[in-house]
């Protein structure tokens, strides 16, 4: 059983793209699961990430990206797409991290929204279910698919959350940032209503954690307290150097060695173990 699980916040800068990749490398590399990577969002960032520049460049100017997807949906009325020649396969250049592909996305993207949105479809197929409908035909060869979207709920982003099972909210914790939580759970509620499904919220992921930020304590302490929000997950992603230079698409060696060793490996890690807990109670045991 396959868990596909959307990464969102309606804020930019939140880490969404830096815990979806260490969450996808974690999930290979510690824990053996096999793991598909879509990035979502125009900015490219993960692609960039876990392919580099030059790769992601050869493949946008072929087309072979999410947007080809997209593009075909409105070309052809959606109708059925092989998304499989998108997939770029083992993409970490980490070398334990053998099992992570991913679709790349292409600034494209950007110029589609109203086209995919307004696009006439065939009977029975909407706007928001051309990723749901692509991804049948892969689905099966992985544990876990994770979709980073980009910060807003437009209708490529909507085609990333009718697809997923599950979703988190990675999270600075500061005033600001935590604000919009309780609407994105709600608008994520009334989309999964009006298709029939239910989008089960796995958890908050706190993310560039200063232990020193009375701010950020404290509001780690009010998210943990407050009954309407669900779970915060207890790993506290630390803010550190090291974590914001793994974005950096280079051969690191080690996950250790990559996420820093002052902790944030440790953090990292144990975010994945409860993670692939959560999804087992929530969603089903992967196998
Ligand atoms: N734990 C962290 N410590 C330090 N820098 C981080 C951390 N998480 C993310 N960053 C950096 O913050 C910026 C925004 O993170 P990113 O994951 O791209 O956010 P989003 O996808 O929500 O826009 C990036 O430059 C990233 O490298
Ligand atoms: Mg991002």
């Not at 600034?107 to 991804?135: C, F, H, P, W, Y």
Request: aromatic share 6%.
């Amino acid at each position: 059983m396959t868990h596909v699980v959307a990464t969102i916040n309606l804020k930019g800068g939140v880490g969404k793209t830096t815990t979806t990749a260490a969450l996808a490398e974690m999930l290979s590399g510690e824990f053996g699961q096999r793991v598909l990577l879509i990035d979502l969002d125009p900015q490219t960032n993960l692609t960039i990430m876990m392919v580099g520049e030059r790769r992601w460049g050869e493949v946008d100017s072929l087309n072979l990206t999410i947007a080809s997807l997209f593009d075909a949906a409105v070309a052809s009325n959606g109708a059925d797409y092989d998304i499989s020649r998108l997939i770029l396969r083992g993409v970490s250049p980490l070398k334990k991290v053998m099992s992570v592909d991913l679709i790349p996305s292409s600034l494209a993207l950007i110029g589609m929204q109203e086209k995919v949105a307004a696009a006439a479809l065939g009977i029975g197929n909407e706007s928001t279910d051309i990723l749901l409908r692509a991804l049948t035909h892969v689905v099966d060869n992985y544990d876990y698919v994770l979709i980073d979207c980009p910060p807003n709920l437009e209708t490529i982003t909507l085609n990333g959350l009718r697809a997923a099972d599950a979703y988190i909210i990675p999270t600075i914790p500061d005033v600001m940032s935590t604000y919009g939580i309780g609407p994105i759970q709600e608008r994520v509620k009334s989309h999964g209503e009006r298709w029939g499904k239910s989008i089960v919220e796995l958890g908050i992921v706190i993310t560039k954690y200063r232990r020193a930020s009375s701010v950020h304590r404290n509001t780690v302490d009010d998210l943990n307290r407050r009954k309407d929000i669900g779970m915060v997950f207890p790993s506290l992603i630390p803010e550190a150097n090291q974590i914001a230079a793994a974005a950096e698409y280079a051969d690191f060696g080690t996950l250790r060695q990559k996420y820093g060793t002052d902790g944030q490996f440790t953090a990292l890690r144990e975010l994945t173990q409860d993670f692939v807990a959560t999804t087992k109670v929530r969603l089903g045991w992967a196998r």
